[in-house]
């Protein structure tokens, strides 16, 4: 009998051994989605966590791609559907996922020889305010709905005093980023803020202008650090191997060099008991907090302002962030750029009102005033002094594809499906020369710009269609243009239906004398090679051929290769 036992416990054992043990054979077979939460200023963040996002994709040998939301909320629901496999968040959004649908600790960043950090709370240097009693009838910033140190501790202080930020606030909102909140802070926007001491600290070692007209006047017990987390959709196998990557980061050159520049010392693997404060914070201020509305609505002074996303996270900001900073400098307003995930969520988002103004391209500005009414004020001039740019369709330097008539049973890399440059004309293009997606050998439809640009480099597509500012700095690289579109107009500076006169007003001046002062012009050498010349007048009727092709499409077609719009 003890023998049988044995016998099944050894068969159970080898069993297991096979199952969990990461066997050699073991690949990742396909891209890994990797989730940022914007819990630093978005330039210095997104391109940190770019590299971050590029190094795993090295190591693991495998596509990565980067997901940037604007809220934790958002980051909170990609996690649960599994629409990303890991995410950097904060760690009270880490303690309600991990209750709600199982989310799982990966590790955390060690900064200074800790994996702890705190929420500040801080005023203006020159402010007469010197504890957290005094904020009563005061502004205050909170970061996010979601944060533990932005938005979770303070309210949890408040509630120790049995009351709630309705009650003891002048009026209170959200920045959704801990470095926003200290520049409000700085420009006294408002009278005070809780911010991560991981951000404020990071921002004082750089230098930040805004940080030195704050000060802190209260600091929180310790916190564990915001965590990497996995979506419980993640393979075991998956899981392991990041997690092998950034546990190692420190000991490869490269990555060392990233975390750096990040202030991070390495990731290490942290207990889930380094969030049990949060846990216990939280239980309080259901139990004792006196109930009170969660506004998440937009202060007037706030105006957001969208591109649509042709390129991937990293390089968006920065293009067009300097943009932001420039005009919250020069106008009344707290400009704040707002990426999306998609061109159709770009427009919708124009239409619901959450986007005020926004760079359009021209077809998705088409579809935005035939569906909301939005209104073109100003397009761009480009760094070569045009306000037309055009499409290229591109190819690897070595291979034998000299033209567009070559693309025959050869496969084809586009831009996003609304893209005018990287979709709607290449296809025009291709249909001129007799081609149509079903002579192709295969074809893709791509997020970005970059990426096709980099998929052909890849030799993984014959060919593929960008703008020609994106393709310019890759051309040393090994690729050349095999065909050029006739000139497009400039994308578009958009009115939302919502967005008042004053707005519109003030944002149109500015813009269109940027290029007429030194500082203006120093910020547009800094931008997008589309908007280098700065701005000029637009009107609906300059991109009328464009609206002609779209409305067009079935009269000269009618295969199916293109959108399905019209205007």
């Not at 309600?96 to 900064?111: C, W």
């Not at 291709?430 to 081609?435: D, M, R, S």
Request: with cysteine; glycine share 6%.
């Amino acid at each position: 009998m003890m023998r049988m036992i044995w016998r099944y416990i050894f068969i159970a054992v080898v069993f297991l051994l096979t199952v969990l043990s990461p066997a050699s054979s073991q690949t990742i077979d396909k891209p890994v989605r990797i989730g940022v939460a914007s819990m630093i200023t978005p330039v210095g963040a997104v391109k940190y966590y770019q590299e971050i996002v590029d190094y795993i994709s090295d190591k693991l040998g495998v596509p990565a791609e980067m997901v940037h939301r604007r809220t934790y909320d958002e980051m909170d629901k990609l996690l649960e559907k599994g629409s990303v496999d890991l995410a950097f968040i904060c760690s009270a959004p880490y303690v309600r996922n991990k209750r709600a649908f199982g989310v799982q600790l990966l590790v955390a960043p060690q900064v200074n020889g800790t994996a702890f950090y705190k929420s500040y709370i801080i005023v203006h240097k020159d402010s007469k305010i010197r504890s957290f009693k005094d904020l009563k009838g005061k502004v205050f910033a909170f970061t996010d709905p979601e944060s533990n140190s932005g938005k979770l501790y303070p309210v949890y202080r408040l509630a120790k005093m049995g009351l709630n930020p309705e009650q003891y606030f002048k009026r209170y909102i959200y920045s959704y980023s801990h470095n926003k909140s200290v520049e409000l802070v700085a420009k006294k926007i408002v009278d005070a803020a809780a911010v991560e001491s991981l951000v404020y600290e990071y921002m004082k070692k750089k230098g930040s202008p805004y940080v030195k007209e704050t000060r802190v006047i209260e600091k929180s017990p310790d916190f564990g650090s915001p965590p990497v987390v996995v979506s419980t959709g993640s393979s075991l196998f998956v899981k392991e191997k990041i997690r092998e990557v950034l546990l190692g980061m420190h000991r490869d050159p490269e990555g060392k060099k990233i975390l750096r520049a990040m202030l991070i010392d390495k990731f290490v693997k942290v207990p889930d008991s380094n969030y049990n404060l949060i846990r216990k914070m939280e239980d309080f201020v259901s139990r004792f907090s006196k109930p009170f509305k969660i506004r998440v609505k937009k202060d007037d002074k706030t105006v957001y302002f969208g591109v649509i996303p042709r390129d991937n996270p990293r390089i968006a900001y920065e293009k067009y962030q300097p943009l932001m900073d420039y005009l919250s400098e020069n106008t009344p307003y707290i400009f704040e750029l707002v990426l999306k995930k998609s061109y159709e969520d770009t427009v919708n988002a124009i239409g619901k009102g959450s986007i005020d103004v926004a760079l359009l391209g021209p077809l998705t500005y088409l579809e935005a005033h035939a569906r909301y009414g939005a209104v073109c004020i100003l397009k761009s001039v480009t760094d070569r002094g045009n306000s037309f740019y055009r499409s290229v369709v591109i190819a690897r330097k070595d291979s034998p594809v000299a033209g567009v008539i070559d693309l025959k049973k050869r496969s084809v890399a586009f831009a996003a499906v609304k893209s005018t440059s990287g979709n709607l004309i290449p296809r025009y293009m291709l249909a001129a020369a007799g081609i149509h997606l079903r002579d192709l050998s295969r074809y893709k439809n791509f997020d970005y710009h970059d990426s096709v640009v980099k998929w052909i480099l890849k030799g993984e597509y014959d060919a593929g269609a960008v703008r020609e500012s994106v393709v310019e700095k890759y051309l040393p690289l090994g690729l050349k243009i095999i065909a050029k579109s006739a000139a497009i107009p400039t994308g578009p500076i958009v009115i939302g239906p919502g967005t008042s006169f004053v707005v519109a007003e003030t944002l149109h001046s500015a813009l269109l004398n940027m290029d007429k002062t030194t500082k203006g012009r120093m910020v547009l050498k800094r931008l997008d090679p589309e908007l280098r010349g700065g701005f000029v007048e637009a009107k609906d009727s300059d991109y009328e051929k464009i609206r002609k092709m779209i409305n067009d499409v079935p009269k000269t077609c009618g295969l199916g290769c293109h959108p399905a719009i019209k205007f």
